[in-house]
């Protein structure tokens, strides 16, 4: 069955809103983790995501997730939105923003490894190309961001390995979810979930919220309703009409725009290596997204359910 133009843009437009808000999202953590600690600021930023979307379940009359969803909604709760959320926060206060990147883009090649293991994804010449070539570019953008100053620590770069393989695994887990529920319930359920897992660091954040600067409140607060109750959103209905590892390889274009919203916001002019990297992160995209003229019409990762909240 072959789908209208209206349903094969919908998932990608969903995926674009993702990586543009999580692109900025890189930022503002550097911002508001110099007065929020990690912990606090995972959680601050769980609990403006979850009020957010209690409040639009609420308008919308959207109920609890059915049953069947609830495990991959649970694993991907604990393991996404909190555990992933902590460790970068702690890995970004401890290596440059380049080093950071670099080793959080290891997670789509794990959401691939991960899929074909416990998903049956298949992994098509496509998709393996355009990885590498995103790849590589995030490598180049990571060092050139990296020369430019900052320093890098083992504990920092570990935290953001670990952060990139909780990534990977919630991305896995809440692929049969969005099967069984919709994307907002998803998402709700999840980020409620992770606030809970969080809770340990409401001291600390009602301590440091009493003394932080308001631009770092407001940085925590954008980051639980854009990049947070938004873009995840956005990213679980896009999961329920793709494959978890084709939808995972459009977040290599992160780096991309990281340095495009430095150069904007920041000011910080980027130098041939790092516009060449960018460049390759974006086509390797493109070639993981294209399909070959032979590949069948099959929409069974893709529900033609035009309701993206349902």
Known sequence: MD????HRLLPAAAAGVTVLLWA???VVIRSAGDAYS???LALGRLLAGGLTLVALCAIRRTGWPPRGAWPGILVSGVLWFGFYMVALNWGEQRVDAGTAALVVNVGPLLIALFAARFLGDPMPPRLLAGMAVSFT??????LSMSAGGGGSSVL?????????VAYAAGVVAQKPAVARASALQVTTSGCLIGAVACLPFAGQLVSEASRAPLPATL???YLG??????????????????SAARLGATTYAVPALVVLMSWLVLGEVPGPFMLGGGVLCLAGVAVARS??????????DTAPDPDWVR
């Open 291 to 300: 399909r070959g003229r032979t590949a069948p019409a099959q929409v069974a």
């Open 24 to 26: 900025s999202a890189f």
């Open 38 to 40: 990690p912990g606090a």
């Open 156 to 164: 920092g770069v570990g935290a953001c390995l670990l952060a990139a």
């Open 219 to 221: 940085g925590m607060v």
């Open 3 to 6: 789908l209208s133009p209206r």
């Open 137 to 142: 570019g995030a490598v180049i953008v990571g």
């Open 225 to 242: 309703v854009f990049p947070t109750a938004l873009a995840f959103t956005a990213w679980a209905y896009a999961l329920a009409r793709t």
